[in-house]
């Protein structure tokens, strides 16, 4: 099943669709229970516009400041709650609460990782995910492997990262859903050569976590493009267990009602060429209007 379109929205929300309307309903290890399907393909082409979605209010700085800390090789969410980012707590905050026989709400658990190093030190680790094993796999660094590769054997089938580690799984607070991804450079009509991603993703929650890996690979496409020297391609996505959980069903029908505003346009500032050091000021979005925030809880 493929769900291509030129708007990102359309993609998104036909696929959206047919797991409401043909979807499995399933129990699961949150007990939370879900509509599921297995092995459909988004494809979004980076050329038409950044896919960032419309029909509801998407946080694009927190998108960016998860796949810089990706791309960092740390595993620790205090980085990221210093920049305001809180969409990793959940899971060391349930782990502290079951440990330690304490009842810290996630803010009191938040604020202690932020005022306290050693506690952040014990506590606020994940464990081998996806930085660690981008940047460390077994002593591989796969993101300077891959850049290299592009560089210099452009044409290679085997410019693949992988964050499935099977050795690692238990000591991570949650295995990775978006498990590899592999590049793949198109010479255009003998133009600048244009860069295609497919990522492929075990398990997707496909009202919150799947908006937020859409805009991570697209901009993990063009920030790699851009230091190459390439222009963005397509960016495929191919699931395996794609779902909705039951209790989002109500936000579902919500977005799925909406109309979607024009994608907006991404651009990175041309003085940074070094993959390490572009930061979120070094991308600037335009033209994004969306619909608002919907809110749904997470399954933990």
């Not at 996806?130 to 290299?148: L, P």
């Not at 991804?181 to 255009?188: C, E, I, T, W």
Request: proline letters at 7%; charged letters at 25%; hydrophobic letters at 35%.
């Amino acid at each position: 099943m493929w769900f291509s379109y030129d708007h990102a929205d359309e993609s998104y929300l036909s696929l959206m669709n047919e797991i409401l309307s043909n979807g499995e309903v399933r129990s699961d290890r949150t007990g939370v229970g879900t509509k599921s399907l297995f092995g459909p393909q988004l494809a979004f082409d980076l050329s038409k516009g950044f896919p960032l979605l419309t029909t509801k209010k998407m946080p694009f700085r927190i998108i960016a400041e998860e796949l810089f800390w990706f791309l960092s090789g740390k595993t620790n969410i205090r980085p990221l709650l210093e920049k305001g980012v809180k969409i990793w707590s959940d899971w060391p905050h349930k782990k502290y609460n079951e440990r330690s026989g304490e009842n810290l709400t996630l803010e009191e658990f938040e604020e202690r990782i932020l005022k306290d190093e050693s506690f952040a030190y014990c506590w606020g680790d994940l464990g081998p995910v996806y930085g660690r094993q981008w940047r460390n796999f077994r002593g591989v660094d796969q993101i300077k492997w891959a850049m290299e590769q592009l560089r210099n054997n452009p044409t290679s089938r085997r410019i693949v990262v992988s964050a499935w580690n099977p050795p690692d799984i238990e000591f991570m607070a949650l295995p990775p859903c978006h498990t590899l991804f592999q590049f793949y450079v198109r010479d255009a009509d003998g133009q600048t050569p244009q860069l295609d991603c497919k990522m492929y993703q075990r398990s997707a929650d496909y009202f919150l976590g799947v908006p937020f890996n859409i805009a991570s690979y697209a901009l993990l496409t063009h920030i790699v493009a851009h230091c190459l020297g390439f222009r963005p391609g397509r960016l495929i996505i191919s699931f395996g267990d794609v779902h909705i959980y039951l209790n989002h069903l109500n936000q579902v029908k919500e977005q799925m009602a909406r109309k979607p505003y024009p994608m907006p346009s991404l651009t990175i500032d041309p003085n940074v060429k070094d993959l390490f050091e572009i930061k979120y000021e070094h991308l600037t979005l335009s033209g994004y209007n969306s619909h608002p925030t919907i809110k749904a809880p997470i399954a933990v």
